[in-house]
């Protein structure tokens, strides 16, 4: 750690966008503010290391007002369009996918996309994917962001209600899911299980969003 890394942790708040590096724990102390992403709940070394320094650890994605999470809302955006342009890339053959566009070509059908959550992860990455041409269903269980995401989207983004049923239904006809499920300041639900997976179309692409190792929480 640099010596001007050292200075700016000795500081009585330190405020910063990425979680706290393993080799940055040791400047934590009693008393001290750290105001930045923490993501705990994947995080477990983390957490403890802000419980046994006794520092005040504030997380942006856990602010809320009015229900809405505005600190992490522009990451979620971000996000959720990356997830498309990930989650596209891995359809190609190269990367072991079906070797399928986006939004297909004339005379080949586009790819269907199913997102899982219609947050703001969510919401961008079925706005992407529609840009791009794709077929695209959104999973979600408030009626009313529902009735705001087909008013607020294109038209060939579907809505359909979050069951078990459902998911099944879509894994053995997508070619791209997308994870975009949110609990604030909590591990996101495994909503996917390995059985489930079993008709799902080889060449098929599974992105989580905001989840840069090669790792899907929402499957259990």
Request: one cysteine or more.
């Amino acid at each position: 750690m640099t010596g001007l890394a050292s200075e700016v942790w000795h500081s009585g708040m330190v405020v910063k966008v990425k979680e706290p590096l393993d080799e940055e724990y040791a400047f934590f102390r009693k008393n001290q503010i750290v105001f930045t992403y923490l993501h705990l709940a994947g995080n477990s070394l983390l957490a403890h290391a802000l419980l046994d320094s006794g520092v005040t650890g504030l997380a942006y994605e856990t602010v809320q007002d009015n229900g809405r999470l505005p600190l992490l809302a522009p990451m979620s955006e971000i996000a959720g369009k990356m997830g498309i342009l990930m989650g596209g890339c891995f359809l190609a053959h190269q990367y072991g996918g079906a070797g399928i566009l986006l939004g297909g070509v004339p005379g080949v059908l586009p790819a269907k996309v199913t997102i899982l959550g219609g947050g703001s992860a969510g919401m961008q990455a079925a706005r992407a994917a529609a840009a791009f041409g794709a077929d695209v269903t959104v999973l979600e269980l408030d009626q009313q962001r529902m009735s705001y995401l087909e008013s607020s989207l294109p038209p060939q983004v579907h809505t359909l209600y979050s069951t078990e049923q459902h998911i099944d239904e879509q894994l053995a006809s997508l070619d791209l899911l997308i994870g975009a499920v949110l609990v604030p300041g909590a591990a996101a639900p495994r909503m996917v299980t390995r059985e489930m997976l079993s008709v799902v179309k080889k060449g098929s692409s599974l992105f989580q969003v905001g989840k840069p190792k090669l790792s899907f929480p929402l499957i259990r």
